[in-house]
């Protein structure tokens, strides 16, 4: 066989076995160079004169092969039980040919399977379906168009808590059987209408609304509440509610839901003073579990968890100076901070 049709072979028995990361960490400073000279070879080798005198062939054979796969796509996927939209996107991202064509038809020209002529052609249909099939993508809005967004017409008479809880998620149900456990007035909002309407089964008061929104906000309750509180589970939305009521609803305290460290570091630099990470104070929770299982309790128990949130406060204080007037996103000045090795008290 062909050096080409090897390499693929090769590849393809050694792409599950043990070698695979050793081979891609050597090939890949070559990969785009090799990729370079194989695409200017198959153009070289391309008859221009062929694809002159058998342009109309190419013209009709372009869309039915982009036609034919696109079918045969939606098919196999509808009859693996895909649903209809799925199956509409992988058929419209997929319908080229493949460049191993290019592979093969040269392999099939050198054992005189195919001539040179009819080569060219297939050559020459492989790469229009190529070049034509990111316009494919734009017919999927058309062929699968998305379902329209499920909306509740709100009425928001009965909202003024004195605490405004955005995000009525696994977060936000937590805080606010806090706040209700303390007779504090809480409104709710959330833009899941099915969250809503579950809520509502269990005798939960969710007003619908998109907390991005000022006029939403505003007749929520946004304007009256002491307390804002974000918790919505999307990282976008949040820093949004926050410059929102930064800058329209700055009489009320801002309380976060932060996703990471690094969202903590970015909603600080925005203005919210106490963000607060999902998962840190559970992780303290089940670390103190952890030392009760290992019969450390008690005052011991609680001075090793103190002493590791004091550590992780001040880390984060210096990793909050570091990145001022950074991007935070390329966690690159996050990385001057060196976490401090944490060991046995004493």
């Known amino acids: 066989m062909s050096y080409a049709m090897g ?13 695979r990361h050793e081979l891609e960490a050597n090939v890949e400073p070559f990969r785009g160079l090799f990729l370079g000279l194989f695409f200017l070879a ?18 009709i054979a372009v869309p039915a092969v982009l036609a034919i796969k696109a079918v045969a796509i939606f098919l196999i996927l509808r009859a693996f039980r895909n649903d209809h939209a799925t199956s509409v996107r992988a058929a419209m991202s997929l319908p080229q040919a493949g460049e191993f064509g290019f592979v093969l ?22 790469t229009l379906t190529m070049a034509l099939s990111p316009l494919c993508d734009r017919l999927v809005s058309v062929l699968a168009p998305a ?17 405004l809880v955005i995000g009525f998620g696994r977060f936000g149900q937590v805080v606010t059987q806090v ?8 409104t709710i909002l959330d833009a899941d209408a099915e969250r809503v309407r579950e809520a509502e089964q269990f005798g939960n008061r969710i007003h619908f609304g998109d907390g ?31 410059r929102l009521c930064g800058n329209k609803f700055s009489q009320a305290k801002l309380l976060v839901r932060a996703f990471d460290r690094t969202d903590a570091i970015e909603l600080i630099h925005a203005g919210v003073a106490d963000p607060v990470r999902e998962t840190f104070d559970s992780g303290l929770r089940m ?25 992780d406060e001040k880390r984060l204080a210096l990793q909050v100076e570091e990145i001022a007037g950074t991007d935070v996103g390329t966690l690159e000045a996050m990385k001057k901070i060196k976490p401090e090795p944490v060991g046995p008290a004493g």
């Open 147 to 163: 379902a329209a967004k499920d909306e509740i017409d709100e009425d928001y008479s009965d909202a003024g808590g004195a605490a």
């Open 212 to 242: 991005t929104r000022r006029e939403v906000l505003r007749a929520a309750g946004a304007e009256g509440a002491r307390l804002i509180l974000v918790c919505v589970d999307d990282r976008a939305t949040a820093h949004n509610i926050v």
């Open 42 to 59: 198959v153009g070289a080798s391309l008859s221009l004169e062929s694809v002159a005198a058998n342009w109309l062939t190419i013209l």
């Open 105 to 126: 038809f040269a392999s099939a020209v050198s054992v005189g399977l195919l001539n040179t002529e009819l080569s060219a052609i297939l050559v020459a249909v492989i």
């Open 287 to 311: 670390g103190r579990l952890a030392l009760a299982a290992q019969g450390i309790e008690g005052e011991e128990a609680d001075a090793v968890v103190d002493d590791v949130r004091r550590r």
């Open 179 to 186: 706040l209700r456990r303390a007779g504090i007035g809480v």
């Open 7 to 19: 390499a693929f072979v090769a590849g393809v028995m050694l792409a599950e076995s043990s070698f």
